[in-house]
């Protein structure tokens, strides 16, 4: 590993994977395909498998035998086929169950004796990219067994600079900790490595849709014969190893590399530019379409469809975007796009005080410390925090108090992105957030550390990505206004919402809302019942606010299904540095694995942590419109248990 701009340069090299040594008899299967062929009620299973002879055996029979989630058995008929009739199809979470049916081949010789044994579990469901010319461009929506999917989630990165570190159980909890955050899919990213064997299984088992990267990313390529026979070697051996795995959404080919060749940020030569075609549009799409052929390829990420035509296209394909961050632009830019396909966007911030202490001494607890900074691999980051920092939030008192500005901030950003993308879902069709995990502990965009402590982003994720959720655009300040000291002038403020259903099923609900003051009192309000078909999305009309005064009046909003709270917010029409808080005197009480905070005024972006470090919360960093909010403890111990809200960052 030679370093990214959230790892260090770590390069190291060895056998960290088993190895192991066959012995044969006879005979053995090189691979096994399995194809199915979906009808109304009824998959047909085919299979296409190759088999490896030793000592001119060629009296040797393979038999397959399905095995399915209830225990029944299926055989091959007459022409070699499985036919499996009612069959349970898997989905990825949210949309339904995941099934799992275990395939067993035999390889048996004359006498009965099995010579090899493979097995595997598969998922009956059909999965593709839908694309189709629409009003705005072409629609790319990941397709699964007829139904078009709105994509959470987020971009997986190695989960340790040193791999032996990997393994399947640390793996399992953070996958677990992506479905406990509604996470429905998961990006591969293409710089590095492919993940074991288990990490799919674990999606198959969680309805985790996985989107895989081939092994290349942000470089310049050249072909030669040697080079060409260790890609197709590397692309048939993973291909033929993850191909049957139910959670396996996609094939693409690169990270970036399209959209960079084209850009010459690498300064390509005459040769790679053409390289690049040879490599991701003729090679690999060709070995797919032999090992593969029912999942879905894709050239790059980001793309329009390859071929270096018109690969920013905002309007095909799947895109990057990174002008919020990079580009120092506003939170509000976002709305300015309606991706097809969001599959890169991030934010940065640092990890929490307990991980920091991992690394540092008191001394080095500034974020311009030598310590600090060699702990933040992109070296304009700190100074992009501080600046979003300026434009939206007082100065933090103190270093413990910056980096939890700092983890609001970047919840703040990437919810305003995901939630007017899926405003508008139907015209975008993913969110997938960068990134999900670290290498090492180090200030990074991931939402979940590098010791496994969900940032703030992490658990605003779990509302954000919720199936059904209500959101908020406002107009205000921000949109309207972005520096006080502009010219005065007047400025609307409105609040227009919306609920997103994502799910199967058609939902009912109310819709609450209130304009409160700084002590949480109402001054307006009002509800409204309203129908929501499955995935989909409804506007409700736009509330005009504008004669109220935005430095001391608030919005909060609520979605409510026979009497429960199902999802809600609040939103100011002012940057929170000019909000003018009271001091909600937050007090916490502890019964039994239950957490309660008390608020005397509205209190924004409550965080409940302990000294420890180890606590995870059913909910975190959540408003309080005065009265109380209890949350569950998942794990971690409940001793000096602490409180604090926005109103204490100065």
């Keep these: 590993m030679f370093g990214w701009d959230w790892g260090p340069r770590l390069p190291d090299a060895g056998i960290w994977r088993d190895v192991r040594i066959l012995g044969i008899d006879g005979g053995r299967f090189e691979q096994v395909y399995i194809k199915q062929n979906h009808e109304k009620g009824k998959v047909t299973l085919e299979f296409d498998y190759s088999i490896e002879l030793f000592k001119d055996n060629t009296d040797l029979t393979a038999s397959i035998t399905v095995v399915g989630p209830d225990g029944s058995t299926y055989t091959q008929n007459e022409e070699d086929e499985v036919i499996i009739n009612n069959p349970k199809l898997w989905w990825p979470k949210g949309y339904g169950e995941q099934p799992l ?24 469901r059909t999965l593709t990219i839908h694309k189709e010319k629409d009003e705005w461009g072409e629609s790319f929506a990941h397709e699964i067994n007829g139904v078009q999917v709105f994509a959470m989630g987020a971009d997986y990165i190695p989960e340790d600079n040193l791999f032996g570190r990997i393994n399947a159980g640390r793996t399992r909890t953070l996958l677990e900790d992506c479905v406990e955050a509604n996470h429905n899919t998961i990006r591969v990213w293409g710089g590095g490595y492919y993940p074991d064997d288990y990490f799919f299984d674990i999606c198959d088992e969680l309805g985790l849709l996985v989107w895989v990267d081939f092994m290349y990313a942000c470089a310049s390529y050249e072909l030669d014969e040697d080079f060409e026979e260790n890609i197709r070697q590397e692309t048939i051996d993973n291909v033929i190893r993850i191909r049957h795995h139910a959670s396996l959404a996609i094939w693409c080919g690169n990270n970036e590399m399209e959209t960079q060749t084209q850009d010459k940020a690498w300064n390509p030569s005459p040769k790679q530019v053409m390289d690049y075609i040879k490599i991701f549009e003729y090679i690999i799409p060709k070995i797919v379409k032999e090992y593969d052929p029912q999942t879905f390829y894709w050239p790059s990420s980001p793309s329009s469809g390859g071929n270096y035509e018109d690969s920013w296209n905002y309007n095909r394909g799947d ?15 976002y709305r300015k796009f309606f991706f097809r396909y969001a599959s890169e966007f991030g934010f940065q911030s640092f990890p929490s005080l307990k991980t920091i202490e991992s690394f540092t001494e008191k001394k080095d607890r500034n974020i311009f410390s030598r310590i600090m900074e060699m702990h933040q691999r992109n070296k304009a980051a700190n100074g992009k925090i501080l600046n979003y920092v300026s434009d939206n939030y007082l100065y933090p008192k103190d270093f413990d108090h910056l980096i939890y500005t700092s983890q609001l901030l970047q919840a703040d950003a990437i919810r305003y992105g995901v939630e007017h993308w899926r405003r508008n879902r139907g015209r975008c069709m993913g969110a997938i957030v960068w990134q999900l995990n670290d290498i090492w502990p180090v200030a990074s965009w991931a939402s979940i550390d590098y010791f496994g402590r969900w940032k703030a982003l992490h658990y605003s994720e779990k509302r954000f990505f919720a199936p059904i959720m209500i959101s908020c655009e406002e107009t205000g300040e921000m ?3 972005p520096h006080c000291i502009e010219e005065p002038h007047e400025i609307e403020k409105a609040a227009r919402l919306n609920v997103a259903n994502e799910t199967m099923d058609e939902i009912k609900g109310t819709v609450k809302w209130a304009l409160r003051n700084a002590k949480a009192e109402i001054i307006v309000s009002g509800e409204k019942d309203v129908t929501v078909p499955a995935l989909t999305s409804i506007w409700l009309d736009k509330l005009d606010f504008t004669r109220y005064d935005e430095l001391s009046n608030y919005f909060s909003y609520e979605f409510v299904m026979d009497g429960r709270y199902v999802s809600g917010g609040t939103c100011l029409f002012t940057a929170p540095k000019h909000f003018e808080f009271e001091d909600p005197e937050l007090s916490v009480t502890v019964n039994g694995d239950t957490i309660t905070v008390s608020a005397k005024a509205y209190a924004k972006s409550v965080e409940i942590s302990n000294e420890f470090g180890d606590l995870k919360l059913s909910d975190n960093y959540f408003d309080i419109n005065g009265g109380e909010v209890s949350v569950k403890v998942i794990t971690g111990r409940t001793e000096g248990i602490k409180v604090r809200s926005v109103y204490d960052i100065a």
């Design 479 to 481: 949109t309207e206004r």
């Design 319 to 333: 895109t990057h975007y990174w002008d919020v961050w990079h580009g120092n632009k506003p939170f509000s830019e």
């Design 101 to 124: 049916y275990t395939v067993k081949a035999e390889l048996t010789n004359r006498d009965g004796k099995v010579l090899d044994l493979w097995e595997r579990r598969i998922g009956l």
